[in-house]
């Protein structure tokens, strides 16, 4: 089976309340704890098919313990669902059933939904509704235009989704209260859309709540539409670098 998340399939959390975390309240720190209740809430509806990304990591290499070298193991991150969750082949060939891998800030995925025909990655972005701040990180532009890539070489589009679980909190004394939750669909943002922060390592930045969701196309055309709006960045990036730190230069090169 598939799923699809709508508001309405989270209705249980809305009185959600989290213990404020020692320190500062600043995004991991108030983030992994409304991360960890949506993986133990989606744990519980849907046991057999959700899973952190090292957890899934793990059993996949369990059970396929015939496979010895990174080679091997690579083999079974075909398509562009094993490129995204792949953590590449140093760590691969690193791997044993006594070092397995553990929980990375970096992995793409928060929390995974495995299934037969659309596995899905999801991420939760959790903000602090009191405070004004910018967007925050969602995924390195140039991985999504690896990403995408990957869909229009394998035609594999349909074969994942990518959701955004954006969560809006506000401090209540001792306690993070949860506002509001609200699902998009990166298939569904129109790419034009989509900023590039290239002064945060070629992040791709945006509100959930806010983000739009009136992309129609397929996933191929928007891997295509992704991939136009990434490089029209890096050349309008490249002619302010040549401007700012070239350009001024090049006139001593006749010297």
Known sequence: MSIKFEKKYF????????????????????????????????????NNNIFKQYEY???????????KTAQERLELFKGTFGFIINRGKTSLDKWTPEAMFEEKQNDTADILFIDDKVNTIIDVKTKNISKKGQ??????????????????????????DINYIGIDWELNGNFLDLKEIVIRDLFKITP???????AAALQI????????????K???????????TYIKSVQNRK???DKKFINPFLYLLDH
């Not at 034009?192 to 290239?198: D, R, V």
């Not at 930045?205 to 129609?216: G, R």
């Not at 397929?218 to 136009?228: P, T």
Request: glycine share 4%; charged share 25%; net charge positive.
């Open 11 to 46: 209705d249980e959390l809305a009185n959600l309340k989290i213990n404020k975390p020692q320190g500062q309240l600043s995004g991991h720190n108030s983030g992994e704890p409304f991360c960890d209740e949506i993986y133990n809430f989606l744990k519980k509806k849907n």
């Open 57 to 67: 990591l793990n059993k996949l290499l369990k059970q396929n313990s015939s496979k």
């Open 135 to 160: 967007p925050p990180n969602i995924i390195s532009a140039y991985k999504m235009a690896h990403i995408a890539e990957s869909i229009i070489n394998n035609n594999d589009g349909n074969k994942i």
């Open 192 to 198: 034009e859309k989509i900023y590039i922060n290239w």
């Open 205 to 216: 930045q945006f509100d959930v709540s806010t983000i739009d969701q009136n992309y129609t």
């Open 218 to 228: 397929s996933k191929k055309d928007w891997a295509s539409d992704y991939l136009k």
């Open 239 to 241: 002619k302010i670098l």
